[in-house]
């Protein structure tokens, strides 16, 4: 009974109420979009490739920094459950064997359950279960947050293979077109038309634009590697089948309301989860400073007598004296609760930094791109005046050699606005918090047939 009464008078808490903190948010971007909520699932299908989509999907699910951070969750869980026990009463059976042979052989034996509660009376066990289940929350966030990273980073280093792949074909066209006008060159010094001088001139074109590939070649071998890496597999033998950025679509994603990023980024949803969990963590800060009541209670048999044994234990204590512990702990937590806070804003804010500098990147880069692709017509088109104006003497060579390294600045150029402009709208999409479910983000922080983390909400 007086057990029964302890868990009826338990459940009073000391946990501060919890509001979310306020962050002054503007009702739209700074471009005027206002679209009701920006469209979640697998963003990457937006691009058009057929391979792209399945180097992310095997990133998600082989990549062993995403396996690593599926495991913190079910530590967390696991840590979650360890503290939450303690809220609960602790049964154990237990038995006794006695024999003694003094005056005459003597048995005894017994055998005996124990049930030990520590009455929560102020709600310092339920508070401090609920800090390990958000820190259990937080956990999950942080792996979706590792999610949304990943996926972006594998399709940036695959733009960035394949933009390389282009830059590299620019650069053998452009050196095999210096070497058709190094063989002329030499036929016409052969002439007397030219001197050697020309003839050196544009043997060191040649040999310029010969010398831009080995490094573009190296960058692309390391960028070749690192996605190997980043989808899980050795980098010995990996490679891409995909040929150059044109075939690829550059996507325009609706970003929603600024506001919607609150729901929307899972390392906002992280960073309120941890500020939660310090919320209770002052609950049971405040409670160390009131009286707890724990009770035994034990109850069994002598099976050679046939009697009944038990007893009933309780204890109460109060702290008196701990030399400050117990209001430096709680100065601490309430400390760390303004920390988080600040933290989470911050967060927020620069959440929406990032949608807004992925969003002016992406309309400057949109505008830039359309001007470079001028600027290659018009280079091209005044390369092939040049040569044509060289062959029958109405220019000289050194206007054809500042043409040729124009144009291949120019074509060069535009491969890497594209590259950018590409890489902008994965930027764009990882900033509005990469393939959230606007229903229940933490469940897609790991992949589905993780059951244990399946159970973790915002």
């Not at 079910?74 to 064997?97: H, I, M, N, R, W």
């Not at 958000?134 to 590792?146: K, S, V």
């Amino acid at each position: 009974m007086a057990l029964v009464a302890g868990l009826l008078l338990s459940g009073c808490s000391l946990v501060p109420s919890y509001s979310q903190p306020h962050v002054p948010i503007a009702p739209a971007w700074d471009d005027g979009q206002t679209a009701s909520i920006a469209a979640g699932g697998p963003w990457w299908e937006e691009f058009h490739s057929e391979e792209l989509n399945g180097l992310v999907a095997k990133g998600l699910t082989a990549n062993y920094t995403l396996k690593a951070a599926v495991s913190r969750i079910d530590e967390a869980q696991a840590l979650a459950q360890v503290t939450g026990a303690a809220q609960y009463p602790l049964l154990s059976l237990g038995g006794s064997f006695q024999r003694q042979n003094n005056y005459g052989t003597t048995e005894k034996r017994s055998v005996f359950a124990d049930a030990t509660y520590e009455v929560d009376f102020w709600g310092k066990q339920r508070a401090a279960a609920d800090s390990s289940s958000a820190l259990a929350n937080a956990t999950a966030f942080d792996a979706q947050t590792l999610r949304m990273t990943l996926g972006a980073t594998i399709a940036t280093t695959y733009f960035q293979v394949l933009s390389l792949d282009d830059r590299l074909r620019l650069a053998q066209s452009i050196a095999d077109d210096a070497q058709q006008v190094l063989d002329l060159v030499n036929v016409q010094a052969s002439q007397g038309a030219v001197s050697n001088l020309e003839v050196e001139q544009q043997r060191n074109a040649l040999q310029t634009f010969q010398a831009a590939m080995p490094p573009l070649r190296q960058q692309r071998d390391m960028a070749l590697y690192q996605l190997a890496v980043l989808v899980g597999v050795a980098p010995q033998g990996f490679k891409v089948n995909q040929v150059g950025l044109n075939d690829l679509a550059v996507p325009n994603p609706s970003v929603g309301l600024p506001v919607g990023l609150l729901r929307q980024r899972p390392d906002i949803q992280a960073a309120e989860a941890r500020l939660k969990s310090a919320n209770f963590d002052v609950g049971v800060a405040r409670a160390a400073f009131l009286p707890n009541l724990s009770l035994d209670l034990q109850g069994g048999i002598d099976t050679l007598a046939g009697g009944n044994i038990w007893s009933l234990l309780g204890s109460l204590g109060q702290p008196v004296f701990a030399g400050g512990q117990l209001k430096g702990q709680l100065r601490l937590d309430q400390a760390h609760v303004q920390e988080l806070t600040s933290s989470y804003r911050e967060s927020v804010i620069e959440a929406l930094q990032d949608v807004q500098t992925q969003l002016s990147a992406a309309r400057q880069l949109d505008q830039t791109y359309t001007l470079n692709q001028a600027a290659v017509t018009s280079a091209r088109e005044a390369a092939r005046l040049a040569q044509v104006r060289y062959r029958l003497g109405s220019t000289d060579f050194q206007t054809l050699l500042i043409v040729e390294r124009t144009q291949y600045q120019a074509e060069d150029t535009l491969l890497q606005v594209r590259l950018q402009h590409l890489q902008a709208a994965v930027g764009l999409f990882r900033a509005l918090g990469g393939d959230f479910s606007p229903t229940s983000v933490a469940s897609n922080a790991v992949p589905s047939n993780s059951s244990s983390a399946q159970a973790i909400r915002p």
